[in-house]
């Protein structure tokens, strides 16, 4: 089974830290996708990545940045926390196949900012 | 850009009962379509897919039936559980050129079973 973890499930930060989100997937995918979740908006793409160091802007990229830096390994960097940036956040990936777009998403990060 | 909706935001049904959920789409050139399960605390789960080549396909309890004429795409539950109470979202590809499997979500239904 394709498995995909997030470093932590609940976190609270600060206003103004830098805040890091780890996601590791185990199946080899290619492509990785980053995501924030509120009530009523659905699922909004932040950042994806379809193969190494390589990262494109999605919806709702202001704020955030990203690094992958080995294939296994996606991360979502909050350069400066604000209050407006508390929600869940899912972090997903998938073949880089066009037989099949599905993404196997991590449980999620509820992130909170005081 | 194109968005992915739903009909009906809330529904509920009682234990035993068939439930059909309700997503429009408005890319006509969408070529893959997918429904995921988001149950409390917990990661959207795959449910079933479907190619724009097809009308229908079915799973386990589970029909998806796509009607491309009036971009209409729904998941029918059969006998529906109370484990089946969660968030349910449609989701299309982002057609043409490189997408690199993005996909476009709706946002969501919430099903509740009444035992």
């Known amino acids: 089974d394709v498995k995909v973890t997030q470093s932590s499930r609940y976190l609270v930060k600060r206003t103004g830290e830098k805040v890091f989100l780890e996601c590791v997937q185990d199946?080899?995918?290619?492509?990785m996708f980053w995501y924030r979740q509120d009530p009523g908006l659905g699922l909004r793409l932040i950042y994806f990545?379809?193969?190494?160091?390589?990262?494109e802007k999605g919806d709702i990229p202001e704020g955030y940045s990203v690094s992958r830096e080995k294939k296994e390994r996606f991360s979502l960097i909050l350069e400066s926390a604000s209050t407006n940036q508390t929600s869940m956040y899912l972090c997903?990936?998938?073949?880089?196949?066009?037989?099949?777009?599905?993404?196997?998403f991590g449980p999620g990060t509820r992130l909170t900012v005081t | 850009g194109e968005s992915v909706g739903l009909h009906l935001p809330t529904l509920s049904v009682q234990e035993g009962d068939n439930s059909i959920i309700n997503c429009a789409y408005s890319n006509s050139a969408s070529d893959y379509f997918i429904w995921y399960k988001q149950e409390s605390g917990k990661g959207p789960q795959f449910i079933i897919d479907?190619?724009?080549?097809?009308d229908k396909r079915q799973g386990q309890r589970v029909t998806v039936l796509l009607n491309k004429t009036v971009k209409h795409l729904s998941l029918q539950i059969a006998a529906t559980q109370p484990g089946d109470s969660a968030v349910y979202f449609c989701a299309e590809d982002e057609a043409g050129g490189t997408s690199y499997g993005k996909l476009t979500f709706g946002q969501g239904t919430i099903l509740t079973v009444h035992p």
């Open positions: 199946m080899d995918h290619e492509n």
């Open positions: 990545s379809y193969d190494v160091k390589m990262k």
């Open positions: 997903a990936s998938s073949r880089g196949s066009t037989s099949s777009y599905e993404q196997y």
């Open positions: 479907i190619r724009s080549n097809m």
